[in-house]
Structure formats: structure tokens, C-alpha cells
Antibody, heavy 122, light 107 residues
Framework: QVQLQESGPGLVKPSETLSLTCTVSGGSVISASYYWTWIRQPPGRGLEWIGYIYYSGSTNYDPSLKSRVSISLNTSNNQFSLKLNSLTAADTAVYYC??????????????WGQGTMVSVSS | DIQMTQSPSSLSASVGDRVTITCRASQSINSYLNWYQQKPGKAPQLLIYASSSLQSGVPSRFSGSGSGTDFILTISSLQPEDFATYYCQHSYNIPFTFGPGTKVNIK
């Protein structure tokens, strides 16, 4: 079955850039049926949608993060990635990658990675 | 941005109880409303989509209803594995936003 797995550094310094990768196994990121998204959860708090990318390369981001975020596809390795720059302590969170499915009647995140904790600290 | 609120923020219930959680959107979102369950240290899991459609593999004791701005998640008979935090999320437009969550505790 399809599985998602996040990877990346657990600790990043303020003002630096966070780079995370999500590896998709058991399925292809080049799928017209799905899109690929990042969601984060600060410690003890709720879920925050960051953005998504379609197989075509088309992206959409949360406006509050748009100036700092980039999501890309690596079809050779069946991965998609998140870059978030100008980090502050407020970016400390568990970062999840997830698969999205869209239709006329719904948009859902139906499959999630286990999440990776990222701390921003000097 | 559309703001999502949930009530209550937490509740205590016993196994076998009927539990209802309310989610409200700051503007009409038709039926573009999903519910997720999250257990401690785990990723969220999709329960209900399009307000009332049960995700494959989810027990039938979970149900959802509502349209417009007001939505309800119902657990008809609470089971031990249902103690978790529940989030609503709209997919009406960008940015998708989640509610603050409702934590279901054991009484």
C-alpha cells in the first residue's frame, strides 16, 4: 500500500532554511488522481496547512507563508519537498506530508506520513 | 481566510456514550467539511469527508452532518480506541484551515 515518510533535520538555526523531503512508496507522485501537501503542528497546538503541489508542478500555498515557502517534486526519486526560509521559533512544529485527493465535492488529506519534529533554535 | 471553531474544546465521556462535536465556519462552506482523528504522537486520520461521507475503513459509529456553516460529528457509542482529539477542516477555498480541535477524554 502507499506510504509516506518524511525526512530532514530535527534542529535548524533561526534565520536559516528548512528543507524536508517526503518519500512516497507503493505509489507514484506522478498521478493525476492526487496532490501532495505539507501540514504542520506546533507543540500542543492544532494543525496548519502549508501548501500543496500537483503532479504537473502547479502549487498553492497558505498566504501567510507564501513569501517563505516552496514545494517541489522530484519525480526521479518519487519524492516531494518543502523549503521554508527565514525560520523563527514560531516555525517549531511537527511537519507532516500527506496525500490529497480532490473532486468536485471534496478535497481531503487521506494518507499521512508519521511526521517529523523540527525545532528552530540556536 | 475562513475561520473554523469547534465546541467543546474538550469533553469527558464514558465507553458507550453518544458524543457530539460541533464545528462552525465563519462563512458558508457548503459541504466542504472534513473530520480527522488524532491520537497522541500519531498523524491525523481522515474519518469523514464532504460533511457526511464515511472514509473507507472507518467504523460506522462515526457519522457527520451539516452544511453551510454548522457541522456535527457524532460518535454513536464511544469505544476505548476513540479517545483522541478530533479536528474539522474546510476545503472550500485556499487556504484550507483546521478547527482548534476537540479532545475526548475518558470519564
Amino acid at each position: 500500500q502507499v506510504q509516506l515518510q518524511e525526512s530532514g533535520p530535527g534542529l535548524v538555526k533561526p534565520s536559516e532554511t528548512l528543507s524536508l523531503t517526503c518519500t512516497v512508496s507503493g505509489g507514484s507522485v506522478i498521478s493525476a488522481s492526487y496532490y501532495w501537501t505539507w501540514i504542520r503542528q506546533p507543540p500542543g497546538r492544532g494543525l496548519e496547512w502549508i501548501g500543496y503541489i500537483y503532479y504537473s508542478g502547479s502549487t498553492n500555498y497558505d498566504p501567510s507563508l507564501k513569501s517563505r515557502v516552496s514545494i517541489s517534486l522530484n519525480t526521479s526519486n518519487n519524492q516531494f519537498s518543502l523549503k521554508l526560509n527565514s525560520l523563527t521559533a514560531a516555525d517549531t512544529a511537527v511537519y507532516y506530508c500527506a496525500r490529497g485527493e480532490s473532486s468536485t465535492y471534496y478535497d481531503v488529506f487521506d494518507l499521512w506520513g508519521q511526521g517529523t519534529m523540527v525545532s528552530v533554535s540556536s | 481566510d475562513i475561520q473554523m471553531t469547534q465546541s467543546p474544546s474538550s469533553l469527558s465521556a464514558s465507553v458507550g456514550d453518544r458524543v457530539t462535536i460541533t464545528c462552525r465556519a465563519s462563512q458558508s462552506i457548503n459541504s466542504y467539511l472534513n473530520w480527522y482523528q488524532q491520537k497522541p504522537g500519531k498523524a491525523p486520520q481522515l474519518l469523514i469527508y464532504a460533511s457526511s461521507s464515511l472514509q473507507s475503513g472507518v467504523p460506522s459509529r462515526f457519522s457527520g452532518s451539516g452544511s453551510g456553516t454548522d457541522f456535527i460529528l457524532t460518535i454513536s457509542s464511544l469505544q476505548p480506541e476513540d479517545f483522541a482529539t478530533y479536528y474539522c477542516q474546510h476545503s472550500y477555498n485556499i487556504p484550507f484551515t483546521f478547527g482548534p480541535g476537540t479532545k475526548v477524554n475518558i470519564k
